[in-house]
């Protein structure tokens, strides 16, 4: 099923394919040097670049980013400030920029967030992780047991790259069954530098877990994973257990950098792996 609105943002994303000892060096520097750092000390230096990000100077990065990152010259137009802002008063403002219309879809699943499917199948064949000294099953990212999520569910893995839109929505109408927050690391997000195990982070990453229970009984598993310069991430309004939530209402916001994981009863129809998906397309 097609959706009905025309693309918010450039419809690609290019996939780098960095030769292996350079990502064998940047893993190294993002999990052994960086993510060797106690949690709190990566939360504190985070924050601290972030507000960088809020200062009004930062506003002047905006027109030089929006020409280098995006084709389309009235992108921007199609977005409004933050808040009910009428301007754009710094850059964290553009990072979190909110849509002037939700994109229209009859689509009972739509994708939740934008950015690159940098992983993609069912929970039983994906397998395990190595994490620190630990190997882990993909049911650590949703904070679950093994049996909580049938083998036949899809995973699937969305890095939000930094030009990306920062905001993510509910895949399909429900109810939202379980809030939990997981503290952790905030390693580099950036998946083709971890090769064959894109994602790694959102094992190790602080991260907000929500389930979300549809009409048919179905859960939608969300895992919401902040990275390196995320201050924070903020839960929408409204976002409460046991609260209704519509296909495509608003569930979060990250303030700089992000990864979006999805346990889900179907595989999508229309995506594969190292493609382009986007806020309200259909899953």
Same mark, same amino acid.
């Given at each position: ?50 507000? +960088? ?10 027109? =030089?980013? $929006?020409?280098?990152?995006? *084709?389309? @010259? ?111 690391? +905030? ?10 195990? =894109?994602? $790694?982070?959102?094992?190790? *990453?602080? @991260? ?76």
């Amino acid at each position: 099923m097609q959706t009905s609105a025309r693309y918010y943002s450039d419809p690609s994303f290019t996939v780098f394919n960095v030769p292996l000892w350079r990502a064998k060096c940047y893993r190294f520097l993002s999990v052994n040097v960086w993510g060797a750092l106690p949690s709190p000390w990566q939360r504190s230096l985070s924050k601290a670049y972030t507000r +960088l990000y809020s200062q009004p100077f930062s506003r002047h990065i905006i027109p =030089p980013y $929006l020409k280098w990152h995006y *084709n389309d @010259r009235n992108y921007l137009s199609k977005f409004k400030p933050p808040n009910g802002g009428t301007t754009y008063r710094n850059f964290q403002d553009f990072f979190t920029r909110e849509f002037r219309s939700l994109p229209k879809n009859n689509s009972a699943w739509v994708w939740p967030c934008e950015g690159l499917l940098c992983d993609v199948g069912k929970i039983g064949a994906l397998g395990m992780a190595q994490v620190k000294s630990d190997r882990r099953n993909l049911h650590t990212i949703f904070g679950v047991k093994k049996d909580d999520i049938p083998e036949d569910y899809t995973f699937s893995n969305v890095f939000l790259h930094n030009k990306n839109y920062h905001r993510i929505h509910s895949p399909t109408d429900g109810t939202i069954t379980r809030i939990q927050h997981v503290p952790g690391d +905030l390693i580099v997000l950036r998946p083709w530098i971890y090769k064959q195990n =894109p994602s $790694l982070p959102a094992f190790r *990453n602080e @991260r907000y877990n929500i389930d979300i229970t549809d009409s048919s009984g179905k859960k939608w598993h969300l895992s919401i994973v902040g990275g390196p310069a995320v201050g924070s991430i903020e839960l929408g309004m409204n976002i409460a257990l046991g609260a209704k939530v519509r296909k495509l209402q608003e569930i979060s916001v990250f303030y700089l950098g992000s990864t979006c994981c999805m346990a889900a009863p179907l595989a999508p129809r229309f995506h594969q792996k190292n493609a382009f998906v986007e806020v309200g397309a259909s899953y």
